[in-house]
């Protein structure tokens, strides 16, 4: 997730990257260096969320939501929910935009925040967009710097297209 959010922001200069595990601190160290970016591991991710414009999650299945809707700032922050529940769902209440890859499969997946915000009644789902035109330019992706926006794949075929790929290219070696 670091390395596409660096390609697609060259002018980033900093990251700060959370886990309950210790192996954080590894991956900041390598990825700086990786990335010639600073990124800092941090014990506690609260005082960085509230401060940050984006913030990309990565959380495995089954636990707790690792973003707190008091911890985000009030405009102009953009949440990347990569996996599942990552971000408690009554945030969506509050942002502008909530944009999903495939809509219907999130929404029979059922266990996104989008999904759940909308089958707990916190947003109707007409305000959920798919990705595809914006994308493909018939839709304009970020409209002001004050909008919020909530992003969250259930899954794009490309990504496990490139995993495949990387396995086969390291079998080979």
């Known amino acids: 997730q670091l390395m596409g959010i660096r390609a697609a922001f060259p002018g980033l200069k900093e990251a700060f990257v959370y886990s309950r595990h210790q192996s954080k601190f590894d991956f900041a160290r390598v990825m700086s260096e990786k990335l010639a970016l600073k990124i800092t591991a941090v ?13 990309i999650t990565c959380l495995p299945n089954g636990v707790p939501p690792g973003v707190k809707e008091n911890w985000v700032r009030e405009k102009g922050v953009t949440i990347f929910n990569i996996g599942g529940h990552e971000t408690e769902y009554h945030l969506l209440s509050r942002m502008d935009r909530i944009i999903a890859d495939l809509w219907q499969q999130a929404k029979k997946r059922g266990t996104q925040p989008h999904a759940l915000a909308v089958m707990n009644g916190i947003i109707d789902e007409s305000r959920i967009e798919e990705i595809a035109p914006v994308l493909t330019g018939l839709q304009d992706g970020r409209r002001t710097p004050e909008e919020n926006i909530f992003f969250s794949p259930t899954g794009l075929g ?4 490139v995993v495949a790929h990387r396995i086969y290219q390291t079998a080979l070696e």
Do not use: L, M, V
């Open 43 to 55: 014990e506690d991710p609260e005082e960085h969320i509230r401060k940050a414009s984006a913030i």
């Open 158 to 161: 490309f990504e496990d297209a």
